[in-house]
């Protein structure tokens, strides 16, 4: 390594977030970077520590010891080169990406891990800005058609990989632009656009066909499809929310989060909503049930459009604050995790179990809870029991945060004819392939909805596997 002591005499610095009194008032990035010479410590600080458990933790098998030591060194090139290898948009994972490689980093033992999240970012925006990331098209061309359904990350990282073997790629998107949840699902304060528009440009300069505004199963028959294309690969996501099966969930002012979130984008992408479809936060009490991103994403919005409150409530226990004995390093950390949005003015509350919706005039103007606990059954298994008395909390718009299910069935699946596991998510072998012939799977999908990085290396696993079928075929 660089510097074989430099997690002793450099300590961990962050970036840090905008002042509060600053960025609630836009939908600019929220994060902040440090300087060149800062982030170079940051990268000395990677140590020698033998078993590299932070690429074990990486679903993508990022070479982290490797790009942090090229990054310290000043080597821009290959710091990106090592970065690229294993992802196709290290900018976008660098944004959003949770991390499970800083909270396995040797260092997070004593909870300093070297900033890897940051580091990355930062050596991609350098590489696009000195003129190092250019359009790399292939050189020969394998006359293979491959269609992927989807532009999100499995659908955007299957296409990459597939257009780079020499096979022509077109990617079929139902919304009016590429990026899937990357675009219209996660905000501007934590991923500006551009960055995705970024990438999208160079992918079309090196030969990726996009087509947007177009629902397969409604344009193209499945006959159609499997005689235009040599092989497809479903990477269509995991759409269907998780309801809220109560007493009042009809009533005006209960959305789900997503609808929320993506006209916002919308709005923010300079598209236009008549006032009586908008999805609006300004002066009302809002209360989010949910308690993960996607419950964080729609608090920070909700503060933007200057919401009177902003509460969010989750079924499940409060997490501690540091390990428990339960959940040793080097695994995910179950504690408690306090996003930016949070720490801008939000009531958070745990273990509370939504009875019904209470409205006024058609319209919902309080929550009914109650506090649950949690037990272990004599099987072992989780269970709820309602404690004490239920409880009203005001609110005038609920936003349903709460996951999701499956992948919408209706439609292109059902028309494909397509076989689905015990949780209805499309059903795959090893090999990504589903149960019709030249039809492949990934993603959320397959593999229900998850993390950004899961889904990248879920669309890589799913090209290898379609260039092996190309190639026999």
Known sequence: MGDPKGFISVRKKEGGYRPISER????????????????????????????PFCHWACPLGSKIPEWQDALFRGYADEAYASLNSTNSFP????????APCEKSCVLAINEESVSIRENECATVENAFKSGLIEANPPQIRTGKKVAIIGSGPAGLS???LLNHAGHLVTVFEKSDAVGGLLRYGIPDFKLNKRVIDRRIDLFKEEGILFKTGI???????KERLLNQFDA?????????????????NELEGVHFALDFLTQNNKIVAGQRFAEEEKIDAKGKHVLVIGGGDTGSDCVGTSIRQKAASVTQIEIL???????TGENPWPYWPNVLRTSSSHLEGCERKWSLRTKRVVGEKGSVKQLEVVEVEWFKNASGQWQMKD???????????VLL???????????????????????????????????????????????????????IQAGRLAAENVHAFLNKA
Do not use: W
């Not at 004819?417 to 799977?441: H, P």
């Open 215 to 221: 629902c397969v199963g409604e344009v193209l028959t």
């Open 232 to 248: 497809v690969v479903l990477a269509t996501g995991s759409g269907k929310p998780r309801t809220l099966d109560v007493e009042g």
């Open 387 to 397: 404690i004490g008395k239920p409880q009203l909390l005001k609110a005038d718009l």
């Open 401 to 455: 945060a709460m996951g999701f299910t499956q992948p919408v069935h209706e439609g292109l699946l059902d028309e494909l004819g397509i076989a689905y596991d015990q949780r209805g998510n499309v059903k795959v072998n090893g090999q990504k392939q589903t149960s019709v012939d030249k039809i492949f799977a990934a993603g959320d999908v397959e593999q229900g909805a998850s993390l950004v990085v899961h889904a």
């Open 158 to 160: 299957a296409a990459d």
């Open 24 to 51: 609630i008032y836009d939908f600019g990035e929220v994060e902040q970077t440090l300087n060149d010479e800062d982030r170079k410590l940051q990268a000395s600080r990677c140590m020698d520590c033998g078993v």
């Open 91 to 98: 900018e976008i994972t660098g944004r959003v990406c949770p």
């Open 317 to 323: 226990p409060k997490p501690p604050e540091k390990r």
